[in-house]
């Protein structure tokens, strides 16, 4: 194989394997804001991460993944990752996936007190 080829297959494999994670992500359009759900609940669980951090709550007698907003906005925002915590009560103000899925995307949540846009 060539240098100009190697070099070529390599960008190649660099450009499909950074879009990747663009396209795992889902878009907001998948969420519908018609019917805004808001909802008190402990968390059960909690991912920090990103793209955006998730945590679990049960509402309506199924566990529901709440998709909330990436770190750093959350961070800048007032909501570090202390705030989230198994067992804390949240308030979630929050759109469901429109194909039924057991999924929310919060726009603000409230806990210990203070009230935190995520969008």
């Not at 008190?40 to 991460?49: D, G, N, S």
């Not at 750093?72 to 705030?83: C, I, K, N, T, V």
């Amino acid at each position: 194989m060539s240098v100009r080829t190697c070099a070529t297959f390599c960008s190649l494999a660099v450009l499909v394997l950074s879009a990747l994670p663009a396209a795992a992500h889902h878009g907001w359009s998948s969420y519908d804001a018609a019917k805004a759900i808001k909802v008190e609940a402990p968390i059960e669980a909690v991912r920090y991460q990103n793209p955006h951090g998730e945590i679990e709550i049960d509402y309506e007698g199924k566990r529901w993944v709440v998709v909330l907003a990436p770190p750093s906005r959350m961070q800048a925002r007032g909501l570090p990752p202390e705030d989230l915590k198994p067992g804390i009560a949240i308030l979630i103000e929050a759109y469901p996936k429109r194909d039924g899925e057991t999924e929310m995307r919060a726009e603000r949540v409230t806990v210990n007190g203070k009230t935190v846009e995520l969008r």
